[in-house]
């Protein structure tokens, strides 16, 4: 961090500060300008607070310079980190794979059929949650292990990878016996116990951005997952709260290349909950791609309007099938591929 004085700090102002760098088992640079001085600290700052040195006299601010996390920093890995899951879907390379699914897992036959449509359709992975997160509670909240079972019965089917959100600590060891990645939501992005708790087991993790969150928060709460040791995080974009009322939430596609820019973690985009409406997401696949996404995180249900939870933006297979060809055309634009998995005829 870089301390700077107030024009009118005193020496004995600046010795002090220099004093409480020392005290913090930092280095201190003093540069003294024209105009004013300001105290370079040297050394991983990361740890310490500065509002220590914010309340001292003559200080007029504290500029951070590194980043508050270390593990998700791009300087800590100049290569971009690829995160595979299952046997042969990976993310951050150059193949963006289309994960695809209901919101919610409803039952055995629903699921079974949406899995074998969506494996025709040619996504390289299925997602559906069994432990929703209701705003409401005495919405649908999933239907638990039962879901489980039948996700892994679609996987067994269709050979597709799957990924389902766990919503406490309490269920980490049960989702990740069955599931093939573990999905963090929204709602649950900052509880950083669980983000620790996924962090101390093996299965990949995919983060979902904080509705509120800046991409700083997104990353530190990321950084959770990395320090308890699994290297296997997916960060995605999903949308963020604003005044903007036409769709559910606000897509950020400029997080996605800001997030490259900051981390070597992969990066994929959920165009569903980004818009709340099905009209709007093939496009905003399409523009994501050409954003940079790693991956599509997609809500496919094969009667929308009869869905449990989040129809008005769930597509059709059909329209999935529609959409990934052009999805491979946009990936081409941007050096990258997104090829439809070969259905198995099914
Ligand atoms: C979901 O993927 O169905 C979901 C609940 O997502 P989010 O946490 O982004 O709202
Ligand atoms: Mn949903």
Redesign the pocket.
Known sequence: MIIVMRPDATPDQVEHVKMLVREQGLKDHPIVGTDLTVVAVIGDDRRKDKGVFEQAPGVDRVVPILAPYKMAARETRPTKTQVRIGSNCVFGGVQIPVVAGP??VESEAKLLEVSRMIKAAGASAI?G?AF??RTNPYSFQGLGEEGLKYLAEAREETGLPIIT?VLNIADVELVAKYADCL?I?????QNFKLLEACGRQPKPVLL??G?AMTIDEFLQAAEYILAEGNPNVIL?E??IRTFEDHTRNTLSLSAIPELHHRTHLPVVS?P??GTGHARLVADMSRASIAAGADGL?L?VHQDPQHAM??GAQSITPAALAELMPSLARVAEAVDRRCDALVGAGV
């Open positions: 919101c919610s997602r949650g929703k997160p959100e999905q939501g929204t709602r649950n992005s979902k951005r509705m995605c999903r949308g959920d569903s909950h995180l809500e939870t989040d």
